[in-house]
């Protein structure tokens, strides 16, 4: 059975990513995309068993970056995270998939996945003090199987405190490092979309 198993994600077409013009790397005019890409007409919900094998469809990834003044959250990936190909790897994102369970009153539209974005970051970190949300950029990596069925929303969190504290086994070596840090030392253990972000956002 898969590890998966009943769990239902939101996907996008491939070929809706083409036409509205697939990219690779950060994409920061973000809203035309949004629009499309949130508009019920055009997503719905798969299996994810089925979804992470199938580049054929695009699954929409929130991924939050989490700023305290000038130092960005980081932490690397343990072996307990869904994601088998991403471990030991370093990240600067927090990301997730919208399920069923995030359905507000616009059925698979902006307030479901803004309300997936805030179940994902509760769900995995425990934050002390308020927070600002920003979407910012899109992400987009076709060079492996992980990024061939993902489709990044980056979103940047800036926070009142550093008080910040992993909710789950996945994420070990939490702390805040400098972009001076991220760009030298850390980066080559990056994943490729905190590479990205690293690159284009810092």
Not at 22 to 27: D, H, P, T, V
Not at 83 to 109: W, Y
Request: with cysteine; net charge negative; proline share 3%.
């Amino acid at each position: 059975m898969s590890k998966y198993a009943g769990e239902e994600i939101l996907v996008i077409p491939r070929p809706l990513f083409d036409q509205l013009g697939s990219f690779q790397g950060i994409e920061t005019d973000i809203f035309r995309y949004l629009e499309a890409v949130l508009d019920p007409a055009n997503n719905f919900f798969m299996d994810r068993g089925l979804a992470e094998d199938d580049p054929t469809h695009k699954q929409i990834i929130p991924y939050s970056l989490f700023r305290f003044e000038d130092r960005y959250l980081h932490y690397y990936r343990g072996k307990s995270g869904g994601e088998s190909r991403l471990h030991a790897k370093g990240s600067i994102g927090i990301g997730g998939h919208i399920n069923p369970i995030d359905e507000r009153s616009d059925p698979l539209g902006r307030e479901t996945y803004l309300a997936g974005v805030e179940r994902e970051v509760q769900e995995e970190l425990k934050i002390d003090g308020g927070h600002k949300n920003k979407m910012v950029a899109l992400l987009n990596d076709d060079r492996d199987d992980v990024g061939k069925v993902h489709l990044g929303v980056v979103h940047i969190f800036e926070l009142e405190t550093d008080q910040v504290f992993s909710g789950e086994d996945s994420q070990a070596d939490l702390s805040f490092k400098t972009v001076a840090e991220l760009k030298g030392e850390l980066y080559e253990s990056l994943e490729s979309w905190s590479q990205f972000c690293v690159d284009r956002l810092l």
